[in-house]
């Protein structure tokens, strides 16, 4: 598939793109992979996520961490940015938030494999760290560690 064919259709990238309001209202895109049918991971780091929590409107913080081996699909950073950054307003416990950001991109891509890892920061002085994947992953795909250190106080 040519460069141009694999981006075509894509609404935000290389585009003046708006802020979504709220993660339902972002629009994640996707492309073909470059190497289908090979058991390589994507990671994605979001070390500075933020959401708020739907009780007292206080902002929750968190270091995210994403990986995926990818089927027929990526996800295209720059709406994975945006789509991240739509929590900022959005009201909702951490595991909510963490499991909407995993579901929606297995919704989009149906990756091989998947595992989220959402390392949040300190609320009522206990830190809240969540984890999910897909299920096993494929076998002989070098999996990193995360390598999150966890929450130590100052």
């Not at 919704?107 to 998947?114: E, H, I, Y």
Request: hydrophobic share 40%; glycine share 8%; net charge neutral.
């Amino acid at each position: 598939m040519s460069e141009g064919n694999r981006y075509a259709g894509l609404q935000q990238l290389g585009q003046a793109t708006r802020q979504p309001a709220n993660p339902d209202d972002a629009m994640l895109e996707r492309v073909s992979s470059p190497a289908t049918g090979r058991n390589y991971v994507v990671r994605f780091t979001a070390p500075e996520f933020t959401s708020l929590c739907p009780l007292t409107g206080q902002p929750d913080f968190a270091h995210i961490v994403i990986d995926y081996i990818p089927d027929g699909w990526i996800v295209e950073s720059k709406s994975l940015k945006l789509f991240l950054t739509s929590f900022r307003n959005h009201g909702a416990f951490h595991e909510a938030c963490t499991m909407q950001i995993a579901e929606r991109l297995v919704a989009l891509l149906s990756p091989r494999w998947l595992r989220i890892g959402a390392y949040w920061y300190p609320r009522g002085g206990m830190p809240i760290d969540v984890f999910w994947q897909t299920g096993a992953p494929p076998e002989a795909a070098w999996i990193p560690a995360q390598d999150v250190p966890p929450y130590r106080g100052r």
